[in-house]
C-alpha cells in the first residue's frame, strides 16, 4: 500500500493571485515542479486532476527526479508510466493515478514531477498559491538535467495533486498521517517563498509524520468560490479523505465565511453573505461527520486572531469569539489547538502578536507558523 506524501488541493483556473498559466494552458511545452515530500519510501507514483477541465488532457510524458536548484535535477529523471503507458489522457472533470516508479526518497526530500504538453490542453485545473516556483520550457525536456530549458517561471502548481509513496512489499502503507484543512493561513501565506516553512512543513519536521496540506487561499466552509476552490463541506472527501494514510484531519476554516463580509472593497468574493455562529458550527459538525466516517480522528483549530485586519468588525468579532467558544468547550472534536491563544498579542486577545504577524494582522510570518506547529503536535 501506498502513503500520501505531499498534496495540492484543485482549483478552477483564474487569475485571482499572483500571475499564473492556468487561464492560458499549455502546448507543445514541459513543465517541472518541485514538491517536498513529508514520507518516505523506495517507490513513488503521482496523481494528476483534470477535475476543472472542459476537455481530455493528454499527457505525452512524465518524469520524476531528485530536485537540485532551480529547474535542475540531482539525479537521471525516471520515466513514468500510466496502465504500463508512457502517455496517459485523462477525461475532464476527472484524475488518474499514475504507476508507481521506482525512486528511493527520504522525508523532507524535494523531488520534481516534470510532465510533456504536446497538446493543447486548455485552462488548466492548478493550485494557485504555491509559495515555490515551478518552470516551463518548449518542446519535450522530460530527461532535461540542467534545467536550462525551462525559461519562464511561476508560483503556481499545475494539474499535479498528489504524490504517493510506497516502501518494501507495499503490503501495508502508513496510517498516521495528518492532513491540514483550511484557507490562505494553511496554505502557507506569508510564508518565506521558496523556503518551506508553511506550519504543514513545521508540523512535518516536528513530527516526523507525514502531513498533507490541504489549504487553499481565500477558501470558504460553506460557500463556493470562482477563486477560492469549491466550499470545504463540499471537498473534504476529494482533498482529504480520499487520500491514503490519512489519520488525523486538523480544521482552521470559517474565517474567510465571517471576514469577507467586512471588507467592502474587496472584488473577490460578491456576494459575501453574513453568516451566524451557528451556520458555522452546522459546517464544522459536517466536516466531523464526513471524517469520521472513514475513521479519522478529527482536531479543531481555534481561529488566529485577525483584529486591525480587513477581515475584523464589530459582527466578525462577535461571531468569531462565539465559534472559537464552541470549537473549545463543545467537547465535539476529538482534540482542540488553540491556536487563538497562542498567537494572540499581550493584552490584546483580539490581535496577532506583532512577532508572529506577517504585516496584515491576518496571517503568520514563519515564527507564527512555526508556533502553530508546535500547539497543534502536542494534540495529535
Known amino acids: ?69 532551480g529547474a535542475a535535477v540531482r539525479s537521471e529523471p525516471v520515466r513514468l508510466t500510466f496502465g504500463g503507458s508512457a502517455s496517459a489522457e485523462i477525461p475532464a472533470r476527472a484524475e488518474t493515478v499514475g504507476d508507481a516508479a521506482e525512486l528511493a526518497v527520504e522525508a523532507g526530500e524535494s523531488v520534481t514531477v516534470t510532465l510533456h504538453l504536446d497538446a493543447v ?44 509513496v510506497g516502501a518494501g512489499d507495499l503490503s501495508a502503507g502508513r496510517t498516521d498521517g495528518v492532513a491540514l484543512f483550511g484557507d490562505s493561513i494553511t496554505d502557507g501565506f506569508g510564508s518565506t517563498p521558496g523556503a518551506n516553512r508553511r506550519w504543514s512543513d513545521a508540523l512535518a519536521a516536528r513530527t516526523g509524520r507525514p502531513v498533507l496540506n490541504a489549504g487553499i487561499g481565500g477558501n470558504l466552509l460553506l460557500n463556493d468560490s470562482a477563486w477560492y476552490g469549491e466550499k470545504g463541506v463540499h471537498r473534504l472527501e476529494r482533498d482529504v479523505l480520499g487520500r491514503a494514510g490519512v489519520g488525523t484531519l486538523v480544521v482552521l476554516l470559517g474565517l474567510n465565511d465571517i471576514g469577507f ?46 483584529g486591525g485586519s480587513d477581515h475584523w468588525g464589530e459582527r466578525a468579532a462577535k461571531v468569531s469569539h462565539e465559534l472559537n467558544e464552541w470549537i473549545r468547550r463543545s467537547g465535539e472534536y476529538d482534540g482542540v489547538a488553540d491556536l487563538h491563544r497562542a498567537l494572540g498579542a499581550a493584552g490584546g486577545a483580539d490581535v496577532l502578536c506583532g512577532a508572529y504577524d506577517f504585516g496584515d494582522h491576518l496571517h503568520p510570518n514563519d515564527a507564527g507558523y512555526q508556533v502553530m506547529a508546535e500547539v497543534v503536535s502536542s494534540v495529535l
Open 1 to 69: 500500500m501506498f502513503t500520501t506524501a505531499w498534496t495540492a488541493s484543485p482549483q478552477s483556473p483564474s487569475t485571482g493571485f499572483t500571475p499564473n498559466w492556468s487561464q492560458e494552458g499549455f502546448w507543445r511545452q514541459s513543465l517541472r515542479q518541485v514538491v517536498r515530500l513529508t514520507a518516505g519510501g523506495d517507490r513513488v507514483r503521482i496523481r494528476l486532476s483534470n477535475v476543472y477541465g472542459t476537455s481530455p488532457l493528454r499527457i505525452a510524458g512524465a518524469s520524476l527526479a531528485r530536485a537540485d536548484l
Open 121 to 164: 490542453t486548455g485552462p488548466a485545473t492548478f493550485h494557485a498559491q504555491a509559495f515555490a516556483t515551478s518552470y516551463r520550457g518548449a518542446g519535450d525536456l522530460l530527461d532535461d538535467t540542467g534545467g536550462a530549458g525551462f525559461d519562464e517561471t511561476t508560483e503556481s502548481w499545475y494539474f499535479l495533486s498528489g504524490v504517493d
Open 261 to 306: 463580509s467586512e471588507a467592502p472593497s474587496e472584488p473577490t468574493y460578491r456576494p459575501a453573505p453574513r453568516v451566524e455562529a451557528g451556520e458555522l458550527v452546522a459546517g464544522h459538525r459536517e466536516l466531523i461527520r464526513q471524517a469520521r466516517s472513514r475513521g479519522v480522528r478529527v482536531v479543531g483549530a481555534t481561529l488566529l486572531p485577525f
